[in-house]
């Protein structure tokens, strides 16, 4: 019953076969309008990306830079922070919940890169899972950065107040 024609590409238009269509509600006739698209939307949403988009390879180029040694232990430091995050969240305690999402991506970044070294010296995928649950066992667990401040902070704190 309904069709869509594309006046140009800045306007859609939905228009019936009859313009005006009949209901079943006491012959009340609705008579169906033009919705258009502005292009300036389009042309903002698409700069951000590409901004995006830039912060990403920068990003990346950075973690490429870094040693697989520095990599697991900036993962390890991530995922320490995001258990800070969880423990904050699940207490009531004020956060930031776009941290969640901008550490588990960064952990993902790094973990690609760490692949793709792995494919570069060519080790296949079970004997990466191999290593990596190795690796995993290895972990000697430590406070995260964020914990660690926070302890400095009140130590400093304190050394004042019985100064």
């Not at 207490?91 to 690609?112: D, G, P």
């Amino acid at each position: 019953m309904l069709s869509l024609s594309v006046a140009s590409p800045s306007s859609v238009t939905f228009a019936s076969k009859t313009n005006l269509t009949k209901s079943s509600f006491h012959g009340v006739r609705v008579c169906l309008t033009r919705i258009t698209c502005t292009p300036s939307i389009r042309a903002t949403s698409s700069v951000s990306s590409v901004v995006k988009m830039a912060k990403k390879q920068e990003e990346l180029k950075d973690i490429r830079t870094k040693t697989t040694e520095q990599i697991n232990e900036e993962i390890v430091d991530l995922k320490g922070e995001l258990f800070m995050l969880r423990l904050q969240r699940s207490a009531r305690n004020e956060f930031k919940s776009s941290e969640f999402r901008r550490m588990r991506k960064r952990v993902a970044r790094m973990l690609t890169v760490k692949r793709e070294r792995e494919i570069e010296e060519g080790i296949n995928k079970r004997l990466s899972r191999k290593l990596d649950r190795q690796w995993k066992k290895s972990i000697v667990v430590r406070p995260p950065p964020s914990l660690k401040k926070l302890q400095e902070e009140e130590a400093a704190a304190e050394a004042k107040e019985s100064a």
